[in-house]
């Protein structure tokens, strides 16, 4: 039988929890399926499993603002939506139930503080996320997407720059894109807009090291916080298997393997990781 | 016959020479050395051959402001004084010619509005160097001064920082600085006030390694800039000679060495690199 030792930070983060549990309230409130509809803009999570069992439970899903039906209860998720499309929506008079996480929040702030302010804004993060879009849609004028140290040094020399981080980044990363852009700005602000349970669920990846002979990641493919715990883990030299859920596993993988790891991303529901602890404490 | 090799950008900067230039116009002006006494508060510039040249033409030092006597004419060098001893001097109805280098004055005034804004202030520097101690002047509050990394790693989280640098430190050590307060501020501003003067002497001082047998480096014993390119020379893995004057030329050193290379501080007047050189030259 293997032994587990679970991740002392793993799972839903404050951000997304919020977010998941107000959509299921206003999905059970209902009197009604047809009364009422709710939408979210997106994949609420970049959880496939919960999102299927929110669509299960009668969530519906639109690929861009102008999908939803007028007259819906359009959640926002914790990711943020730009504020175009925040304004969009308002015009239209639709409920909101803005569940952007405070911490993306802070960070959208930010980003339009100091673009008003006449500061050039340098975002580190994964220009294609959907947070990184959202935060982008509050900065008026040029912003620059970066995702490493290399990234960073090809911009040019500006009197005033603002650096803003992805929620889900290191701080590692972010203290290396603010030394490489001292040299490139007069004067440079970095908002520290890491979160905190990012920071948690990686600093209790690092300390799996040495007291397991391998971890299993539970999370998203599309999630970004859960990537850089797979990253961590194995720049601590841990051999990780990474799975959506308990029927990914690959038992070769096992092989020797006597105690196992269990970290989880922010946005891993705390069934699916319960599931995968059964299926290995079974075996 | 040695091989005299500049570095491209050695002596006097900016801000030096225009004080100097301005101290020895008032005493070349006055009708006589009676009447309108011209004094400095405290050594005018870090070069002692210099200083003898301007008090053998009639410049008073004073050790600090109580010392001036009422009427004269007052210097402030290009370091900077507190904003306390400023206005001190205006308080008593003292001609105060403001020499402080505009470099010098940029880093008290972002350190007056950041501190006065609520941000705590760090300072890199060394913390008994007149600069400092006159830009720890303009800060309302505590102020704290680290010299190295492992300083700044020592300081507690904060919510605003501000990071403010002595115009002759190294761009590398204000990014290393920046890097290692970036887990400890919420925000944090860096004020780049480097002054281009000195990473100027500072990569003329690196494009002479491997072009030289050995670097004569002349500025004075308590010139931090001077310091620097001491540092820099030996990093780069050049032998160096640091003088104050031709007179402390060391012969032995020069055995072997055929091609030398010349280096000097911002506060190092050309006439003493002339006579450094013509020495060598004349060997």
Redesign the interface.
Known sequence: MKEIVMADRAGFCFGVKRAVDAIVDALESRSSAKEGEVWSIGMPIHNPQEVARLEAMGLKIARNADEVPNGARVFIRAHGEPRAVMEGLRGRGETIADMTCPHVRRAQE?AGEFSSRGYDIVLLGDARHPEIQAIMGYVDGPVDVVANVAEAENLPKRPRVALISQTTQQ?EL???I???L??K????????TICKATVERQDAVRRLAGRVDGVVLVGGRESANTAKLRDIAKANGMDVLWIESAEEMEWGWFEGKMKIGIAAGASTPQWLITEVCNKIART
């Open positions: 930010r701080e972010l203290a290396g603010a030394s490489a001292v040299p700005a007069g004067e440079l602000c970095v908002c520290n």
